[in-house]
């Protein structure tokens, strides 16, 4: 408490000082008398005249004081009043004059001695011009430039030798205005954190029966799943102070810095405690310290940043209220000793919500939009499978925005739907203008994948298909509503998924007697799938229930830039792709006979979709079972 006080009378002293120094300045003005400046001819004048009482001479000027009434009286100015106000002489009788070169000094000596004049010479002092240039103008520029350098490099000059501290953004109680009612769809992962709620509420609770709090609280998910939100809701609900930052703020080119961070950053938590230190995206720090070959080393600036972090986990004590809590999309690059007990013990998975998550999570961004009556949000989850989170916001936004820009009311279905579209397909492409050979060929090729879908009993039901542009490829788009969500599939399941990847192309093989290049997307995704089933499944009967390679496994783990060292032979290998190959020919054999039986329905579903560019719902259903060839017949 002392501290303060000193800067408070140190502060005060310089300000009475600047008062002092304004004050003296102001009374010199005022008590100084008036000069007026005259020319030299004005000034011989005045000589001869016997006007002038004395001077002083210098290299430059001339300087000195005038007999009364030698001058006439001059007009009062702004200056002059405010001089009169304090009973300042007003009187003229002092004046300079700038001496004009090529006269001699030995001339106006002896102009002055003949009209009685006392004179003096002087000595101009360079002194304040010196001092001036000299020394204060470049220390100025030097302490200008050392400023701006050190707020560039750490954020301003009170931090500008603070490399070493934390970057932590620290929020108060009043800034936390999130609770669980702002989280939906992630009700496992609240449950599990509100034992960390409990436990900052009342910690006597546990610590009676010698329980201790897991030091550490790791988010795991995709990206998008509300990781950071959870966390917020976690210090709102238990009403203690929040850190939030990212992984990557603690490292920087400086070595050491990112370990003095840490240090600073555990040092600060200590002194608010109770409350919750969050780090976002841990991997940035986290990464395993073993490289692509397996050996660990190195001494970089992340691996000591990481090394420090370890250590003040195992330092601190719990008991004192500091919760740790992280959040990563990657914990397979993770070092182990993060998640060993003691550190990150606890792993609450923050998984991609299924249907009736999804419809909680639009009901908490839909409260602040105005929706119309015929709005069915559950419609809408049944139509967003595998959206995370933050996707859903972001469809409620766009929806939002849609209406706005037509001058609705309200919020309609279209206008959600059509966020739908955006957010899976992107933006619709009007410019793109396609040829009618392009529109035919586009619209033979997705009633192609919806006839498909329609007729095998294992796919998911056609819900719109559209010939309309979007994105950055897409000519069009078929769009499939899954019932339920899956979450294991079958054999025939995963075989019927790769026929309706290939109705395309095959519908423009039998219509046209030849392919396109549009297939190309189709055809990676069904090529990809049939060698799941072979390398990850174990559904080929040549090979058997075996896997191959590594096929989850993150990219980072295989090394950066380097090809993947296969696990089996050379004949296995060549065994993956004939099987592939087998699966793929199989379907496609399938498919080309089932849109042969069905070509009429295919031809009249085209033409309907090519004129009205997008079909959905009953009418939809109709053209797929061929109550409109039934008709034409």
């Known amino acids: 408490m002392k501290l303060p006080v000193k800067q408070k009378t140190q502060f005060s002293l310089v300000y009475l000082l600047i008062a002092v120094l304004v004050l003296s300045l102001v009374q010199s003005w005022l008590l100084a008398p008036r000069t007026v400046e005259i020319p030299m001819s004005r000034f011989l ?77 002087r000595v101009e002092s360079t002194f304040w011009r010196d001092f001036l240039f000299g020394w204060i103008v470049p220390l100025v520029l030097m302490v200008g430039l050392w400023m701006f350098v ?18 932590a953004k620290i929020y108060d109680r009043k800034e936390l205005k999130t609770t669980f009612a702002d989280v939906a769809g992630v009700d496992e992962a609240k449950t599990e954190l509100m034992e960390v709620v409990d436990f900052l509420k009342n910690p006597k609770k546990y610590q009676r029966l010698g329980g201790r709090i897991p030091k550490g609280v790791l988010l795991v998910g995709p990206p998008g799943t509300g990781k950071t939100l959870l966390a917020r809701a976690v210090a709102g609900e238990a009403d203690v102070p929040f850190f939030f930052l990212s992984g990557s703020e603690f490292v920087e080119m400086f070595v050491g810095v990112g370990a003095a961070r840490v240090r600073d950053l555990f040092e600060q938590a200590k002194e608010k405690a109770p409350c919750i230190v969050f780090i976002d995206e841990l991997d940035a720090i986290g990464k395993t310290r073993a490289g692509a070959t397996g050996f660990a080393g190195g001494h970089d600036e992340r691996e000591q940043t990481l090394n420090q972090l370890l250590a003040e986990m195992d330092g601190f004590d719990s008991s004192k209220g500091v919760i740790i ?48 009556p015929s709005v069915d949000l559950h419609v809408l989850a ?16 766009e929806a939002a925005l849609l209406a706005a820009r037509k001058g609705k009311d309200a919020v309609d279905m279209a ?25 035919d060929i586009v619209a033979h090729h997705e009633i192609g994948h919806a006839l498909v879908a329609t007729s095998l009993p294992q796919a998911d039901p056609v819900h719109k298909v559209t010939i309309i542009p979007r994105g950055v490829g897409a000519l069009g788009a078929t769009y499939q509503l899954p019932l339920q969500d899956r979450y294991l599939l079958t ?141 034409r017949r």
Do not use: C, W
């Open 45 to 121: 004048a005045l000589v001869r005249e016997g006007k002038v009482e004395r001077v002083s001479v210098t290299d430059r000027e001339i300087r000195g004081t005038l007999k009364p009434g030698a001058l006439p009286a001059q007009q009062p100015g702004a200056g002059d009043k405010v001089r009169s106000l304090f009973g300042a002489d007003q009187s003229v009788d002092t004046f300079t004059t700038t001496r004009i070169p090529g006269i001699e000094d030995s001339a106006l000596v002896k102009e002055l001695e003949q009209n009685k004049v006392e004179f003096s010479g």
């Open 415 to 439: 206008d959600l739907d059509e966020a739908v579209d955006r957010v899976i397909g992107g933006l619709e492409r009007k410019s793109r203008v396609l040829s009618e050979k392009e529109r």
């Open 150 to 167: 050190m707020r560039r490099m750490g954020g301003g000059t009170t931090q500008a030798l603070s490399f070493g501290r934390s970057k």
């Open 491 to 631: 054999r025939s399941e995963l075989e019927d998924r790769i026929a309706v990847l290939l109705g395309g192309r095959v519908a423009e093989e039998v219509v046209y007697g030849e392919i396109s290049t549009g297939a190309h997307n189709d055809l990676e995704r069904a090529t990809e799938m049939a060698r799941l089933m072979v390398t990850q499944y174990g559904m080929s009967a040549e090979l058997g229930p075996m896997t191959f390679g590594g096929g989850q496994q993150a990219v980072f783990l295989r090394g950066s830039g380097l090809s993947q060292e296969r696990e089996y032979s050379d004949e296995t290998a060549r065994a993956i792709d004939g099987e592939t190959r087998a699966i793929i020919d199989k379907m496609y054999d399938r498919v080309r006979g089932l849109i042969t039986d069905r070509k009429p329905v295919l031809l009249a579903a085209a033409a309907e979709l090519k004129a009205k560019e997008t079909l959905e719902g009953d009418r939809l259903r109709q053209l797929l079972a061929g109550d409109l060839v039934e008709e």
């Open 382 to 397: 049944a139509r967003t499978p595998g959206m995370a989170g933050a996707d859903l916001a972001n469809i409620i936004n």
């Open 325 to 372: 809590m992280a959040a990563t999309n990657r914990p397979e690059v993770l070092d182990a000793a993060l998640l060993r007990a003691g550190r990150f013990d606890r792993q609450v998975v923050v998984d991609k919500p299924d249907v009736r998550g999804r419809e909680a999570i639009l009901h908490v961004h839909a409260r602040n939009v105005i929706l119309a």
